[in-house]
C-alpha cells in the first residue's frame, strides 16, 4: 500500500513576498481556487497580523473554498495567534501555523534569547493556538542550521503541547540533500511521541537544492511537503510543486502518493505566472516552455520513433497536448518531415531532400524557424505554395474608455466581407468580428506576445494556437508587426487559414 504525502502549498503567503508579485483579494481567491482544482491538501493563505488586506484574504479565501485546509501563519505571539483564529473563523478546516527561531543565530542573535526560554514559548504558542483550532502547525524556524539533539527537543515538546504537524524549514536553503534528510531521520527515530504528529519539509532555493533536500525529507519519513507553484518566493524561492509531485509520480517504486491531479499543473502554473507577473523560465522542469521541446536532430528521431526514448514523463501528464518539435539548424530529416506533414505535406525522399537542404541554409540564419517559413519552402520547391484562404484587407480598433470595438475587412474567395465586433479588449473584439464571418468554430489555446528588442517602437511577435471544436486539428498561428494589435489579428487569421489548408 502506498504512503500518502500531504501537498501544502504556501504560494499565497511565502510566495507571495516575493517583491513585484502582491496580489489583491480576487486575485488570491482565484489562486485559491485553482490550488483546489490541483488537489493540494493544505492552502497557507497569509499571514493576518501582517496588513488588513491579508486578514481580509484569508477570510475571503475561507468562505471560497471547500476541501482544502485553509492555514494562517503567525509568530509566537498571542496576539499572532488570536488574529489568525479570527480570520479563520469561517473556514471548513482550519490550521494555525505557529513557529519561532531554533537555531543559534535565531536564537541567540535575532531573538536575543536563551535556549530554554525559546523551548518555552514554543509549547506555550502551541497551546494557545489549540485553544482555537484542533489543527495545529509549529515551525522550527531555521531548523536547517539547528542542533539536532536541541531540535528533537522542540519537536517533542510541541508534540506533547498538541502539534499535530511539526515543520522543519531550511528556512535559508542552506542544506544538503544527505544532511536535510538526515536530520529528518534523526527526528523520526529520536522523537519519543513522533508517531502522534507528522514531519514536515519547507526548503528554501538558494543553493538550487530545495527539490532534492525536500525529496530527501520525504525518503527519510516526512510525510507533508511544503510548496510554491513554479517554485516562486523569498529569494531564489521554494521548493517547486510541480518538481516533488512529477518526481514521485516517474518512480513509483518508491510507494509515495499525492493527491494532485497532475494534468492541472500546466495551467495551474500559468495561472500564477501571469496573475503575479511572474514569467516562468523557458527551461523550468516540468513547466517551462522548453521542458517537453527537443532541437537536436537525434532526439528529434528519437522521440518520434518512441516518446520514452528521451522523456520520462508524457507531456499529457501535466496538461500539455504533446511534446514540440523545434525545427533548428540541429534538426534532421524526420523532424522536418515531422512537422511539414503536420502542415499538410506529404512528400517523397527526393521532395524532402530538396526542401531540407533550402532549410539547413535558412535555419544557419535564422533563430527559429516557424510554420509560415516552411510553407514558403515547401511551396517553392513543390510548386505548391500555401497561400492564405483569407487576407486581412483592413482593420479599425477602437478603446481605451469606451467600449472595445473592430472593424475588420476580410477577402475571401476574391470576395470582401465586413463584420464589427466588441471584446474585452481590441484583440478580443477583432477575433470576435473575424469569427462571425468564418463558418467553422474556432477557440484560442494560447496567446503569446513578446518583444524582439526593446523599446516602446519595438516589433512585437504574437503566436497563437487554435483549435476547431470537435475536432482533433491544432495550428499555431504567426505574425510579427510594430502594431502588436495588428499582428495578433494576423496571427489569429494565419492560424484558420491552416485550420482550412488541413481540410483541403
Given at each position: 500500500?502506498?504512503?500518502?504525502l500531504f ?10 513576498q516575493?517583491p513585484?508579485?502582491q496580489l489583491?483579494?480576487?486575485e ?10 490541483l488537489?493540494?491538501?493544505v ?10 488586506g491579508d486578514?481580509?484574504?484569508?477570510r ?8 482544502p485546509t ?5 509568530r ?13 473563523l ?10 519561532i527561531g531554533?537555531s543559534?543565530y535565531h ?14 514559548r514554543?509549547?506555550?504558542a ?10 495545529v502547525?509549529?515551525y522550527?524556524?531555521d531548523?536547517g ?11 517533542e ?6 502539534a499535530t504537524?511539526?515543520?522543519i ?6 542544506c ?12 523520526m ?10 514531519l ?5 532555493n ?6 532534492a ?11 507533508q511537503v511544503?510548496v ?13 510543486l510541480e518538481?516533488?509531485v512529477?518526481?514521485?509520480k ?10 494532485i ?14 496573475l ?12 517551462g ?18 516518446r ?5 514523463m508524457?507531456p ?24 511539414l ?6 512528400m ?5 531532400d530538396?526542401?531540407?537542404e ?15 517559413d516552411?510553407?514558403?519552402l515547401?511551396g517553392?520547391?513543390?510548386?505548391k ?11 479599425q ?15 475571401i474567395g476574391?470576395n470582401e ?8 479588449g ?7 468580428a ?10 484560442i489555446d494560447?496567446?503569446?506576445i513578446q ?10 511577435r504574437v503566436h ?10 491544432v495550428v499555431?498561428?504567426f505574425s510579427a508587426k510594430?502594431d502588436?494589435v495588428?499582428a495578433?489579428?494576423?496571427?489569429f ?6 485550420l ?5
Amino acid at each position: 500500500m502506498s504512503d500518502r504525502l500531504f501537498v501544502f502549498d504556501t504560494t499565497l503567503r511565502d510566495g507571495e513576498q516575493v517583491p513585484g508579485c502582491q496580489l489583491n483579494t480576487i486575485e488570491k481567491i482565484e489562486v485559491a481556487r485553482a490550488l483546489e482544482s490541483l488537489g493540494v491538501d493544505v492552502i497557507e493563505a497569509g499571514f493576518p497580523i501582517s496588513s488588513p488586506g491579508d486578514f481580509n484574504s484569508v477570510r475571503e479565501i475561507s468562505k471560497a473554498v471547500t476541501w482544502p485546509t485553509i492555514c494562517a501563519l503567525t509568530r509566537a505571539v498571542e496576539k499572532d495567534i488570536e488574529v489568525a483564529a479570527d480570520a479563520l473563523l469561517l473556514a471548513k478546516k482550519k490550521r494555525i501555523h505557529t513557529g519561532i527561531g531554533v537555531s543559534p543565530y535565531h536564537i541567540e542573535q535575532k531573538l536575543r534569547s536563551t535556549p530554554e526560554k525559546i523551548l518555552a514559548r514554543a509549547v506555550e504558542a502551541v497551546k494557545y493556538a489549540k485553544r482555537f483550532v484542533e489543527d495545529v502547525e509549529f515551525y522550527a524556524e531555521d531548523a536547517g542550521r539547528a542542533d539536532n539533539e536541541y531540535l528533537a527537543r522542540v519537536v517533542e515538546a510541541v508534540i506533547a503541547a498538541g502539534a499535530t504537524v511539526v515543520n522543519i524549514p531550511d528556512t535559508t536553503g542552506y542544506c544538503l540533500p544527505a544532511y536535510y534528510g538526515e536530520k529528518i531521520k534523526f527526528l523520526m527515530e529520536n522523537v519519543k511521541n513522533i508517531d502522534r504528529a507528522i514531519l514536515a519539509t519547507h526548503c528554501h532555493n538558494d543553493l538550487g537544492m530545495a527539490t532534492a533536500n525536500t525529496l530527501a525529507g520525504v525518503l527519510a519519513g516526512a510525510r507533508q511537503v511544503e510548496v510554491t507553484i513554479n517554485g516562486i518566493g523569498e529569494r531564489a524561492g521554494n521548493t517547486s510543486l510541480e518538481e516533488v509531485v512529477m518526481t514521485l509520480k516517474c518512480h513509483k517504486g518508491l510507494n509515495i502518493d499525492t493527491n494532485i491531479n497532475t494534468q492541472r499543473i500546466t495551467e495551474v502554473s500559468r495561472t500564477v505566472s501571469n496573475l503575479m507577473n511572474m514569467p516562468v523560465q523557458p527551461n523550468k522542469a516540468i513547466v517551462g516552455r522548453n521542458a517537453f521541446a527537443h532541437s537536436s536532430g537525434i532526439h528529434q528521431d528519437g522521440v518520434l520513433k518512441n516518446r520514452e526514448t528521451y522523456e520520462i514523463m508524457d507531456p499529457k501528464d501535466v496538461g500539455l497536448d504533446d511534446n514540440a518539435i523545434m525545427l533548428t539548424a540541429r534538426s534532421g530529416r524526420a523532424a522536418l518531415k515531422h512537422r511539414l506533414e503536420l502542415l499538410g505535406y506529404a512528400m517523397e525522399q527526393d521532395e524532402l531532400d530538396k526542401v531540407y537542404e533550402e532549410f539547413l541554409k535558412l535555419a544557419d540564419s535564422k533563430k527559429e524557424i516557424r510554420d509560415e517559413d516552411l510553407l514558403q519552402l515547401a511551396g517553392d520547391t513543390t510548386g505548391k505554395a500555401a497561400l492564405g484562404k483569407i487576407k486581412l484587407k483592413r482593420l479599425q480598433v477602437l478603446s481605451g474608455t469606451v467600449i472595445p470595438t473592430a472593424v475588420v475587412v476580410l477577402e475571401i474567395g476574391g470576395n470582401e466581407f465586413t463584420a464589427s465586433g466588441t471584446g474585452n479588449g481590441p484583440v478580443d473584439a477583432a477575433v470576435s468580428a473575424i469569427k462571425s464571418l468564418i463558418d467553422r468554430k474556432v477557440v484560442i489555446d494560447e496567446f503569446l506576445i513578446q518583444a524582439m528588442t526593446k523599446g516602446s517602437d519595438d516589433v512585437g511577435r504574437v503566436h497563437i494556437q487554435i483549435h476547431q471544436v470537435n475536432t482533433s486539428n491544432v495550428v499555431h498561428g504567426f505574425s510579427a508587426k510594430t502594431d502588436v494589435v495588428l499582428a495578433a489579428v494576423e496571427a489569429f487569421i494565419d492560424g484558420v487559414n491552416k485550420l482550412m489548408n488541413k481540410e483541403s
